[in-house]
């Protein structure tokens, strides 16, 4: 077998025992279950023929560092195995950072949605104890409402963030009404501006997507628009293609 100098040094915080091919010190990626085949972990490598296998955290605590391995093997022409290249990487570093951003995440969200609770709370019973259409705030308190909703599903994706990438929820969107729902206050907030919003939307656009992430691109868009366009109009427009707005 041969050994490169950073293998080695890889080897000895494993606590690798070359005569009879046992590591001690070799987890799994949550840390603390040992690897299989009783902590021989080059041979649960080699057993993952031409696959790049999972993280191992190799020492430990206090002094571990996670590593990548994948396996080639190397035939004659003959077809016969004539031997196995095994490559270590790694990955310490990336895999601390993805750590620190997954706690980062996790305690941002728990943070944001404290406060969000109280707010939707609180308009739920403004709506139970007054007729919002009778003071005139119907229009509004809708607004609010769908972006604390449209807030609170923002939550739910940084929390499944820190669990990796989220999935996409595909479902029949309603586009024209996706797009009016955020024209509308869009608009009022242009006209205090002194800017025109003036929204095109062509009746009946559907398509297969993720309302909330749709959403959320549409706002973004709006929102760029009202913040760098300092006079005259902004044009919002949903149209078949091939068609003019």
Known sequence: M???????TLLDIAGYDHETGMATSVYGSDRVTPVAREGRVLMEAVYADKVHGPVYWVGEPGNQRALVLSVRPIGRRTGQLAGTVLGAYDVTDLAQAVQVRD???????HELRT???SIVGYLDL???LHD???LGIQEELAVIQRNVA???SIIGSLLEGADHAPALRRAAVDLTA???AVARPAAARAAERGLVLDARLEPGITLDGDADRLTQVVEAL???ALLFTPSGRIDVAVVTEGTTP
Do not use: Y
């Open 115 to 117: 406060p969000l609770t």
């Open 2 to 8: 041969i050994r490169n100098a950073a293998v080695r």
């Open 222 to 224: 709006v929102s760029n």
């Open 132 to 134: 919002p259409a009778e």
């Open 178 to 180: 996706l797009v009016d």
């Open 150 to 152: 449209q807030l609170s």
């Open 126 to 128: 403004l709506d139970e």
């Open 103 to 109: 706690e980062f995440l996790a305690t941002v969200s």
